[in-house]
């Protein structure tokens, strides 16, 4: 939806940079020891990023709201939008990941591995929190409307027939490409990080934690657990207590529940173990290997 589109890619973004941590930290440190920029011209992370951004995910929004103008508006409007507003929605779709690629890069070098980690979070949360609050408290009412007729007269029961509409049939065609790409991206640059600094052993039992199944049900767990849940959360409160006084609930709450060390989102990031630091507790340490090296390249 357009007005989600700018936190999720800013969310892409932020994730596979979170993902590449490892990779852009020994870069950095290679780079600074040979008195060469760090640039982005030739880092190949930045690079896929941009091209999924530009490829995948930029194009699957420009579809929908040409197919289903109302719904992706939030049935806010229709295609009678001028040309400026349509044009600003596809570039943003690529500049705000690139936004979340940067900020998150930039917090990983400055040994910031927890403020990073929660650039991918907070994205998530406000695209979900838009989706389930809006701007009015109907945004999961606006999502689960095919076309404003059913906005017009929603009920619960409008819930389940969302799910035999031909929106929800396009998003699952577009979920079967974006999704693995996206997750297979974080996944692979993950492992390979872990192996270029050799704190991980494919052979090792307790490394199978690091695995490809692991890791990828841990980023979806930080996307809808972290994300989703928080969003929800959120918009139950603010609903149910009113905004003000909800807000004023909610930012203890996920405070106390989350981010605090110990909470759920903050052990979330140590179980992804971002920072060097949190995988010498977790792992012995072990010398980077020649066959480590050829894949985190080859990632």
């Known amino acids: 939806m ?13 994730g596979t940079a979170a993902a590449a941590g490892r990779h852009l930290r020994h870069r950095a440190r ?3 020891e040979a008195a060469v920029p760090d640039t982005l011209a030739d880092n190949p992370w930045f690079t896929k990023t941009v091209l999924f951004l530009a490829v995948v995910f930029g194009p699957s929004g420009a579809y929908l709201l040409w197919q289903f103008t109302s719904w992706e508006t939030m049935h806010a409007g229709d295609r009678s ?35 990073a980690f929660l650039q991918m979070v907070l994205g998530y949360f406000c695209m979900f929190f838009i989706l389930a609050h809006g701007w009015d408290g109907t945004g999961y009412q606006r999502f689960f409307s095919s076309r404003p007729d059913v906005l017009a007269t929603w009920t619960t029961g409008d819930v389940g027939r969302w799910f035999t509409s031909d929106v929800f049939f396009t998003l699952v065609g577009m979920g079967v490409v974006l999704v693995p790409v996206l997750v297979g991206m974080t996944v692979r640059w993950t492992r390979s990080g872990y192996a270029l600094t050799g704190a991980f052993t494919p052979t090792r039992p307790a490394d199978r934690l690091l695995g490809a199944p692991a890791l990828a049900a841990l980023t979806l767990l930080t996307v809808f657990g972290a994300g989703l849940g928080a969003a929800v959360g959120a918009t139950v409160l603010m609903i149910v207590a009113g905004p003000v006084v909800g807000a004023a609930l909610f930012l203890p709450a996920v405070w106390f529940l989350g981010l605090r060390r110990g909470g759920l989102i903050e052990r979330l990031y140590r179980w992804w173990a971002m920072d060097d630091e949190d995988l010498a507790e977790r792992f012995a340490a072990h010398r980077p290997t020649a066959e480590a090296h050829a894949i985190a390249v080859a990632a």
């Not at 357009?2 to 932020?14: H, N, R």
């Open 81 to 115: 939008m001028p040309a400026w507003l349509v044009t600003g929605f596809v570039i943003t779709n690529v500049t705000q990941g690139i936004l979340g690629f940067l900020v998150t890069r930039a917090l990983l070098l400055r040994g910031r591995g927890y403020l």
């Open 2 to 14: 357009v007005q989600v589109d700018v936190f999720w890619s800013y969310a892409i973004g932020a």
């Open 30 to 32: 290679e780079r600074a």
